[in-house]
C-alpha cells in the first residue's frame, strides 16, 4: 500500500470543516481605538481582466491587511511570544488535531456580549468529557452571518464593539491548557 492510500484510508473517517470565510472588499476589519494604527482592509488591483494586457486570463494583485479574514496570528504576533516562532516555523502536526464545538449561536444572537465562562466549559465537560489533549477548542456563535457585513459584524456602539467570545478566565485557562501541552 503507498503512503498516498494509507493517507486517504486514514482520512476517509475523518470530518473535515472548513471554517474560511470568502475574502472581498467588504470582508469586515478590526478596528482599534486611538491612537493605535488600524491594518487596512483588501484591495484587489486588476492586472488583466481578458484583454491585451492577458488575454487568455484574469490576474490581479492583491493588498490585503495582517488581520483581515480567517487567518493565523504568529505566536509572535503577541509581545508574550515576541521571541518564539514565526507562521513558517510552526511544526504543521501543531495545525491539524481534534477539534470539540461548543455551541452558544443560540446564547450570542440574544446578547451580542455573550461570553464563555470555565464554569460553562466544565458543564459541557462533565457531559461530553475532556477536551482532547493537543486539541483545538472551537466556539460556535453564528456571528459568520454577519462576515459581509462590517458594521453588523463589528456590532459597535457609542460603548465600542460588542462580540461574542470567551471571558478572562476561560481564555487564561485555555491558554494555561494550550501552554503546558494540554
Not at 30 to 40: S, V
Not at 66 to 81: K, L, Q, S
Not at 83 to 89: H, L, Y
Not at 117 to 130: D, I, K, Q, S
Request: charged letters at 25%; one cysteine or more.
Amino acid at each position: 500500500m503507498t503512503q498516498a492510500q494509507s493517507l486517504a484510508e486514514l482520512l476517509a473517517g475523518v470530518e473535515v470543516i472548513d471554517l474560511t470565510q470568502p475574502l472581498s472588499e467588504q470582508t469586515p476589519v478590526l478596528k482599534l481605538p486611538e491612537p493605535f494604527a488600524n491594518t487596512p482592509g483588501l484591495k484587489r488591483h486588476e492586472i488583466s481582466a481578458y484583454d491585451d494586457r492577458g488575454p487568455a486570463w484574469a490576474w490581479y494583485w492583491l493588498e490585503i491587511g495582517e488581520h483581515v479574514g480567517t487567518h493565523f496570528d504568529a505566536p509572535i504576533h503577541w509581545i508574550t511570544g515576541r521571541d518564539g516562532e514565526d507562521v513558517a516555523s510552526v511544526p504543521p502536526q501543531r495545525l491539524v488535531g481534534p477539534a470539540v464545538v461548543i455551541d452558544k449561536s443560540a446564547e450570542a444572537a440574544e446578547d451580542p456580549d455573550y461570553v464563555l465562562t470555565v464554569e460553562e466549559l466544565r458543564a459541557f465537560e462533565a457531559e461530553h468529557g475532556p477536551l482532547p489533549e493537543g486539541g483545538w477548542l472551537l466556539l460556535r456563535t453564528g456571528w459568520d452571518a454577519r462576515a459581509q457585513d462590517e458594521a453588523a459584524f463589528l456590532n459597535a456602539d457609542e460603548t465600542g464593539p460588542h462580540t461574542p467570545g470567551f471571558d478572562a478566565e476561560c481564555a487564561q485557562l485555555l491558554a494555561g491548557s494550550v501552554l503546558a501541552g494540554v
